[in-house]
């Protein structure tokens, strides 16, 4: 079954510090992946997908992530990390269902920043 | 931009009561999803349609029910509530043929 690991629950980083967060996918195909932000008692917005050709692909507010099969990872990363970025970020990956593609989240990586 | 409404954002009912939650997708996507987030937890997928006919099923217990009416708008019914049903319960929509999901802002559900 599909399903995705994001190993880190919680983040700290200082503002101005660079950023990744992991995520691990298992997929039998090319997958779809997602990278979604979700700040506190909100819903969740679309950071960047990948769902094809190149592999580093570039999304709102700075954040790009990269594919690598080989690693089965979807790794999302920022070069300079502001307060405003301190969130919760979820990793999801497509899975076909008849005629509709659910999305499965990975449990999500709670990022603080420090002044 | 049109983006997918969600009514009402906030409910609180009591235990064995029902609610309804109701989402309305961005105009001209034929496909809605919802997903039920836990306090703490990542979101799980509950149910989809298409073009108004379910699709897939999720982990959805069998107290919940859902249709999507002609003019594409969603329903998700839960009768006999829990204390474990508090949670926020999202709706998404994509165009045919499209991958990404849009999220609405969510209805946060309490049960006391």
């Known amino acids: 079954a599909q399903s995705v690991t994001q190993p880190d629950i919680h983040i700290t980083v200082s503002e101005g510090a660079s950023l990744e967060l992991r995520c691990n996918y298992s997929y039998g195909a090319t997958p779809y992946l997602f990278w979604y932000v979700q700040s506190p008692g909100q819903g969740l917005q679309l950071l960047l997908k990948y769902f094809s050709g190149d592999t580093l692909v570039q999304g709102i507010k700075g954040f790009e992530a990269e594919f690598k099969r080989s690693q089965s990872s979807f790794n999302l990363r920022k070069p300079s990390v502001h307060w405003s970025d301190a969130a919760e970020y979820f990793c999801?990956?497509?899975?076909?269902?008849?005629?509709?593609?659910?999305?499965?989240f990975g449990t999500g990586t709670l990022l603080a920043v420090q002044p | 931009a049109a983006g997918v409404i969600q009514s009402p954002r906030h409910l609180i009912k009591e235990k064995r009561e029902t609610a309804t939650l109701k989402c309305y997708p961005i105009?001209?996507?034929?496909?809605v999803y919802w997903y039920q987030q836990g306090p703490g937890q990542d979101p799980q997928f509950l149910i989809s349609f298409y073009e108004k006919m379910q699709s897939d099923k999720g982990s959805i217990p069998d107290r919940f029910s859902a249709q999507q009416f002609s003019d594409y708008h969603s329903e998700l019914n839960m009768s006999s509530l829990e204390l474990g049903d508090s949670a926020l319960y999202f709706c998404?929509?994509?165009?045919?043929?499209?991958?990404?999901?849009?999220f609405g802002p969510g209805t946060r559900l309490t049960v006391l």
């Open positions: 105009p001209r996507h034929d496909t």
């Open positions: 999801a990956v497509a899975r076909y269902g008849g005629a509709t593609n659910k999305l499965i």
């Open positions: 998404a929509s994509s165009p045919r043929g499209e991958e990404e999901q849009f």
